[in-house]
């Protein structure tokens, strides 16, 4: 899938949330969702009770296409980067 969202306008809105102290948030809803850990590791839980954590390394980028409500992400100095497809 073509995710270039400088050429592909008509497609795609973007949302990006910055991170910049440690702290847990709630994913939203997207089509695809990318999350960039710039400095440490991050823990991405995908069920509400935390027994499905999986660790991202720092300076890695994680796209995420099919996740929950309850999909959360911990971590400083992230980049979440939501991409929704326009109706």
């Known amino acids: 899938k073509d995710f270039n969202i400088i050429t ?10 910055i991170i910049k102290k ?3 948030i709630q994913l939203k809803q997207a089509s695809v969702c990318f999350i960039y850990s710039l400095h440490n590791e991050a823990t991405i839980t995908t069920s509400s009770n935390n027994t499905e954590d999986k660790i991202m390394p720092q300076v890695h980028l994680a796209q ?24």
């Not at 592909?8 to 949330?17: D, F, G, H, K, Q």
């Not at 099919?66 to 497809?85: A, C, E």
């Open 8 to 17: 592909n306008t008509e497609n795609y809105v973007a949302e990006i949330e």
């Open 22 to 24: 440690n702290k847990t």
């Open 64 to 87: 995420i296409t099919d996740y929950n409500k309850q999909t959360q992400v911990t971590g400083d100095k992230l980049l979440v980067i939501y991409l929704r497809r326009k109706q």
